[in-house]
T-cell receptor
Framework: NAGVTQTPKFQVLKTGQSMTLQCAQD?????MSWYRQDPGMGLRLIHY???????DQGEVPNGYNVSRSTTEDFPLRLLSAAPSQTSVYFC??????????????FGAGSRLTVL | GENVEQHPSTLSVQEGDSAVIKCTYS??????FPWYKQELGKRPQLIID?????GEKKDQRIAVTLNKTAKHFSLHITETQPEDSAVYFC??????????????FGTGTQLKVEL
């Protein structure tokens, strides 16, 4: 049971390049989400999914796309990288126990630098 | 949307002392309040959570209190130890009807426990 696996761990991009951050979970969790972490700003939700085929925007969705074709995978795509997207990205999965329990299991994070 | 404010941003205590971190939230519909701990270079991990039908919850040296009327909740760590040094994040969510894993995080508190 690997939990939540993110790749790559580190990536350097040039402005305008595109890339995909991969996220996979093997816990059969229905919910998955992407957060970015910036100094002094906590964790901000980019996009989330409540099940295969269903995605929605979070707090800071601009410049990012997601899809959820399977329960296991939830990739995050940067369409045209900008320096403002330099950040640490965390993928997380969670399940609901019927009372809104959103116990997140985070991946190890992906540090992205956009030059 | 929900807004979570967290104070202080940094906190330094002597080993053995208590530490208190406070958060306020804006949306009265929020009903789930977790706390995550993030050690340097690691992923955030849940340490304790509380639901809106409970006023206080304890787990060994850690406790969380919730005041729904005032819309604030606090993390209390007693008998602090060097391994408690980390960044702590509070969060709030509205449960399944508000998006199963749509947590709004505070900006974090850097706790340093000095010998």
């Amino acid at each position: 049971n690997a939990g939540v696996t993110q790749t790559p761990k580190f990536q350097v991009l040039k402005t305008g390049q595109s890339m995909t951050l991969q996220c996979a979970q093997d816990m059969n969790h229905e919910y998955m989400s992407w957060y970015r972490q910036d100094p002094g700003m906590g964790l901000r939700l980019i996009h989330y999914s409540v099940g295969a085929g269903i995605t929605d925007q979070g707090e800071v969705p601009n410049g990012y796309n997601v899809s959820r074709s399977t329960t296991e995978d939830f990739p995050l795509r940067l369409l045209s990288a900008a320096p403002s997207q330099t950040s640490v990205y965390f993928c997380a999965s969670s399940y609901s126990n019927g009372y809104g329990a959103n116990v997140l299991t985070f991946g190890a994070g992906s540090r992205l630098t956009v030059l | 949307g929900e807004n979570v404010e967290q104070h202080p941003s940094t906190l330094s205590v002597q080993e053995g002392d208590s530490a208190v971190i406070k958060c306020t939230y804006s949306d009265s519909a929020s009903n789930y309040f977790p706390w995550y701990k993030q050690e340097l270079g690691k992923r955030p991990q849940l340490i304790i959570d509380i639901r809106s039908n409970v006023g206080e919850k304890k787990d060994q040296r850690i406790a969380v209190t919730l005041n729904k009327t005032a819309k604030h909740f606090s993390l209390h760590i007693t008998e602090t130890q060097p391994e408690d040094s980390a960044v702590y994040f509070c969060a709030a969510s509205k449960g399944p009807t508000g998006g199963g894993n749509k947590l709004t995080f505070g900006t974090g508190t850097q706790l340093k426990v000095e010998l």
